[in-house]
C-alpha cells in the first residue's frame, strides 16, 4: 500500500505463529493497517519470500523512522528484532490539559451520599441485633467454671428433680393401687 511507505515500521516476525508486528506513526495509519489487514498481509508475503505471514498485529503508534524495516532483512524462520528502539511521542500540551480538566470535573465516586448513609445505617442497626440477640460469653474468673459447664450442670439438676418427681409419683401411684382392693373388699 503506498499511502502507507514510511508512515509504518515492523518490528518483527514470529515464525511459530506467522505474527507479524508492526508500529504505525499515527493512530489513523493504524487503523488503515487494520481494515486492509488481508492486503497488508499478502503484500508482506509476496516480498518476502518464505515469510508464511498469516495475522498481523497493528502495535500503538509511535514515531516511525525511515529506512528498511527489520522484517525484510531477516532471513526466512528466523524473528527478527527490531533494528531501532521505538520512540512514543510524548502527547501534546492541548491533550494533557483536556485530561487534568476531565480529573477535576469527574466525580470521584458515582454511588449516591444518601444511599451510601443508610447502608451504614442499616449495617449498624444489624450489628446492635446481632449483638442483642447472641451477647457475647460473660468473662469468669479462673476458678469459676465456664458458661457451657454451669448450663450443663443446671441441665443436669433439672433432670435428677424431673427423675425424682416421676419416681415419687410411680410410687403414689403403686401405693394407690394396692390401698384399693382392700377398700374393695370391704364393701363386699
Given at each position: 500500500?503506498?499511502e502507507?511507505?514510511?508512515?509504518?515500521?515492523?518490528?518483527?516476525?514470529?515464525?511459530?505463529?506467522?505474527?507479524?508486528?508492526?508500529?504505525?506513526d499515527?493512530?489513523?495509519?493504524?487503523?488503515?493497517?487494520?481494515?486492509?489487514?488481508?492486503?497488508?498481509?499478502?503484500?508482506?508475503?509476496?516480498?518476502?519470500?518464505?515469510?508464511?505471514?498469516?495475522?498481523?498485529?497493528?502495535?500503538?503508534?509511535?514515531?516511525?523512522?525511515?529506512?528498511?524495516?527489520?522484517?525484510?532483512?531477516?532471513?526466512?524462520?528466523?524473528?527478527?528484532?527490531?533494528?531501532?528502539?521505538?520512540?512514543?511521542?510524548?502527547?501534546?500540551?492541548?491533550?494533557?490539559r483536556?485530561?487534568?480538566?476531565?480529573?477535576?470535573?469527574?466525580?470521584p465516586?458515582?454511588?449516591?451520599?444518601?444511599?451510601?448513609?443508610?447502608?451504614?445505617?442499616?449495617?449498624?442497626?444489624?450489628?446492635?441485633?446481632?449483638?442483642?440477640?447472641?451477647?457475647?460469653?460473660?468473662?469468669?474468673?479462673?476458678?469459676?467454671?465456664?458458661?457451657?459447664?454451669?448450663?450443663?450442670?443446671?441441665?443436669?439438676?433439672?433432670?435428677?428433680?424431673?427423675?425424682?418427681?416421676?419416681?415419687?409419683?410411680?410410687?403414689?401411684?403403686?401405693?394407690?393401687?394396692?390401698?384399693?382392693?382392700?377398700?374393695?373388699?370391704?364393701?363386699?
Amino acid at each position: 500500500m503506498p499511502e502507507l511507505a514510511g508512515r509504518v515500521q515492523a518490528l518483527g516476525l514470529d515464525a511459530s505463529s506467522g505474527r507479524l508486528d508492526v508500529v504505525p506513526d499515527a493512530p489513523a495509519c493504524g487503523t488503515k493497517l487494520r481494515w486492509n489487514a488481508p492486503k497488508v498481509i499478502a503484500a508482506a508475503n509476496e516480498t518476502v519470500p518464505g515469510a508464511n505471514v498469516r495475522a498481523l498485529r497493528v502495535l500503538a503508534p509511535a514515531h516511525v523512522k525511515a529506512g528498511p524495516t527489520a522484517a525484510a532483512t531477516a532471513p526466512a524462520g528466523q524473528s527478527a528484532a527490531p533494528a531501532l528502539p521505538v520512540e512514543r511521542r510524548t502527547p501534546p500540551d492541548g491533550y494533557r490539559r483536556a485530561i487534568e480538566a476531565h480529573r477535576q470535573a469527574a466525580l470521584p465516586s458515582r454511588a449516591d451520599p444518601h444511599i451510601a448513609a443508610a447502608v451504614e445505617r442499616q449495617t449498624a442497626a444489624m450489628r446492635e441485633l446481632s449483638r442483642r440477640a447472641f451477647p457475647g460469653p460473660d468473662v469468669a474468673p479462673d476458678d469459676a467454671p465456664a458458661p457451657v459447664e454451669a448450663a450443663c450442670a443446671k441441665r443436669r439438676r433439672q433432670a435428677a428433680a424431673t427423675e425424682a418427681a416421676a419416681l415419687h409419683r410411680v410410687r403414689v401411684e403403686k401405693v394407690g393401687r394396692q390401698v384399693e382392693p382392700s377398700r374393695s373388699e370391704k364393701t363386699a
